[in-house]
């Protein structure tokens, strides 16, 4: 039994071919990085635009690395929720399209969920009851997750989600978009501890995240207090300090907080998905904690943790229960 998973709730257009085993076929990713790039963050209808273009011929490439036709396809899964409401548009459209032509059933997935599903995936056997962190450009969230379907959130960011604050100080930095992987590969040359940033909530009992503070704490680092008239710094020994010495505190805020929801909720898993759990100190740190609480770590490969319709695949426990969507499906671009 076929599935395609389609996603188009941020900036990347993606379609993926999986069975009911859960193996994954096809995973094609069109990226419009270098669209947004020019304006240091994610249009949104400059997305949804792209969507139109790159969609269908996307779902069709799937298909041939799946080696499959259309009409092979049994089941059409979707990301409608939660995401830039024009960008998840495109894609429910073109699956509510695509199920009425072929008389398939409809499934719509929650994005969110689906990136702890990408834990699942890449681990190929029950990761399930675990923690959940979901990391990326939108959200910073804890849940506990005792199945797949069934997840209750534990707390969440009261303000920028981190993978937002690294796209922000990449922009005070100079470093360009997406922001993630270039304060990464600036961080590699600096001195995390040449700046003691503020790791908001740490030590508080508390499963909660706030990085604006973090983000303000790093311009007023990087520029004084002449923020309005500041260049970017140039290359240099303190502005890789400042990257290292900011992703250090992102890194010990996730990290800690994990190790409290573990705790909390004595739980021996942590599934980590989302843009951020790319990042490669915040993995070590991960195991390293997950290996002295004694937990079971899984984070997927890269092209598992960022956007991607593979992770779509949380349809198949969906189609198992027979929560098949209404014709009617709607983009929610606000639901977790
Ligand atoms: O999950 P994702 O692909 O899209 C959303 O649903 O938001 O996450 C994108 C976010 C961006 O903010 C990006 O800067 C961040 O993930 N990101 C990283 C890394 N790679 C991507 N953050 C830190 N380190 C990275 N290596
Ligand atoms: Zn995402």
């Keep these: ?152 959130m534990l707390g969440g960011t009261r303000d920028d989600a981190a993978g937002e604050a690294f796209d922000k100080v990449a922009a005070i930095l100079g470093l360009g978009f997406p922001g993630g992987p270039a304060v990464e590969r600036e961080a590699a040359a600096g001195d995390p501890t040449a700046f003691r940033f503020p790791r908001t909530f740490l030590d508080e009992d508390r499963l909660e995240f706030s990085f604006s503070g973090l983000k303000t704490a790093v311009l007023y680092a990087c520029h004084g207090q002449n923020v309005a008239k500041a260049a970017p710094p140039p290359p240099g020994k303190k502005r890789a300090d400042l990257a290292a010495s900011f992703q250090e505190a992102v890194v010990d805020v996730l990290v800690g907080k994990c190790r409290q929801a573990l705790r909390r909720s004595g739980l021996g898993r942590l599934a980590v998905g989302g843009g951020v759990s790319a990042n490669k100190l915040l993995r070590a740190r991960l195991a390293e904690m997950c290996s002295a609480e004694r937990a079971e770590l899984f984070i997927p490969p890269l092209t598992l943790c960022t956007d991607n319709a593979a992770m779509a695949a949380l349809a198949v426990e969906k189609w198992r229960l027979g929560e098949f969507a209404p014709p009617d499906l709607d983009a929610e671009p606000n639901t977790i």
Excluded: W
Aim: net charge negative; charged share 15%.
């Design 1 to 152: 039994m076929y599935f395609i998973g389609i996603e188009t709730s941020c900036d990347e257009t993606a379609a993926a071919v999986f069975t009911d085993e859960l193996r994954v076929l096809s995973n094609v990713v069109a990226s419009q990085t270098d669209l947004h790039a020019r304006f240091g963050g994610v249009v949104p209808e400059i997305a949804s635009r792209a969507h139109l273009r790159n969609l269908l011929p996307v779902i069709d490439e799937a298909l041939s690395r799946a080696g499959i036709g259309l009409l092979d396809v049994g089941c059409v899964a979707v990301h409608h929720t939660p995401g830039l409401v024009g960008a998840l548009l495109v894609g429910v459209s073109a699956a509510k399209m695509l199920a009425l032509a072929l008389g398939v059933p409809l499934i719509g997935v929650n994005h969110i969920h689906g990136h702890v599903f990408a834990c699942r995936l890449a681990a190929e056997r029950d990761i399930f009851p675990c923690v959940g962190l979901v990391v990326s450009g939108g959200h910073t969230a804890l849940f506990r997750c005792d199945s797949a379907l069934s997840l209750t």
